[in-house]
């Protein structure tokens, strides 16, 4: 089978979405052509809307992002948030470290959003609740957030939002036994992630096929937290 590397819906429904879907903030349009012309992959523009949209809505006051790259998401959610807000990214390319804050400064979002240069999975094993999130947005290495899976939602307030990015890889994730070999140990570990969401007992995820896919998941509260009995 032959993939749109572009769309996992229909073609034409992905450019129509795409289309409508104009970046009017200029930092941002211009970190969308840079990450295009470097092929630095980001979130896709529809896919970014919904974190900006998702943000406003939720109003978290500190986000945790797995996989910073130049920054372009983090300013995306940066500036759906209020001015006491921070967001914790997670980069471990020293280069794109570099860049993030680059790009951070000239956002004028500095005291916001804090780059983090580390390994995310042995971060977040480290942080302890005390640094409880309303929101992660999980955006690293695909085959492993199955591993960051525990950590993320022990980090996560209750209420809180967890939202994965690329969960359907292309569409090969649901494409049972169609997909190129090589991608072979990413793809069944995205079926075990997605699989590990849908059970999971303090989590209730609904999959959007939005972009590359993505997930959105709250974690729940029991009847007593949430009515007192
Ligand atoms: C898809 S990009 C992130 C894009 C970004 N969230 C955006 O939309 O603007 C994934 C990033 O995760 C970083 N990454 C991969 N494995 C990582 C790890 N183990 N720890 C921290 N960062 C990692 C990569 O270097 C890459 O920059």
Not at 153 to 178: Q, Y
Request: charged share 30%; hydrophobic share 40%.
């Amino acid at each position: 089978m032959e993939y749109d590397l572009n769309a996992i819906v229909t073609p034409f429904v992905t450019s129509y979405i795409r289309e409508k879907t104009v970046q009017t903030d200029d930092i941002l349009r211009g970190l969308e052509r840079y990450a295009e012309e470097n092929n630095i992959p980001v979130a896709k523009p529809e896919t970014a809307r919904l974190l900006s949209v998702l943000t406003k809505l939720a109003r978290p006051e500190r986000v945790l992002e797995v996989g910073c790259a130049i920054g372009y998401s983090a300013i995306t959610m940066a500036k759906g948030m209020g001015a006491d807000g921070k967001i914790i990214t997670l980069e471990h390319d020293a280069n794109m470290v570099r860049l993030a804050r680059e790009n951070i400064e000239k956002a004028g979002l500095k005291d916001i959003i804090n780059v983090v240069e580390a390994d995310a999975k042995d971060y977040l094993s480290y942080i302890d609740e005390d640094e409880i999130f309303d929101m992660i947005f999980l955006d690293g290495p695909k085959a492993h957030y199955l591993y960051m899976l525990d950590d993320a939602v022990r980090l996560l307030k209750k209420g809180g939002l967890l939202v994965s990015d690329n969960i359907l890889f292309k569409g090969m994730t649901a494409d049972d036994g169609h997909f190129a070999r090589r991608k072979v140990t990413i793809i069944n570990r995205l079926r075990e992630y997605i699989d590990a969401l849908m059970k999971h007992p303090q989590l209730e995820t609904s999959i959007l096929s939005q972009g590359d896919g993505i997930t959105l998941s709250v974690k729940t509260m029991s009847d007593f937290e949430r009515f007192g009995y």
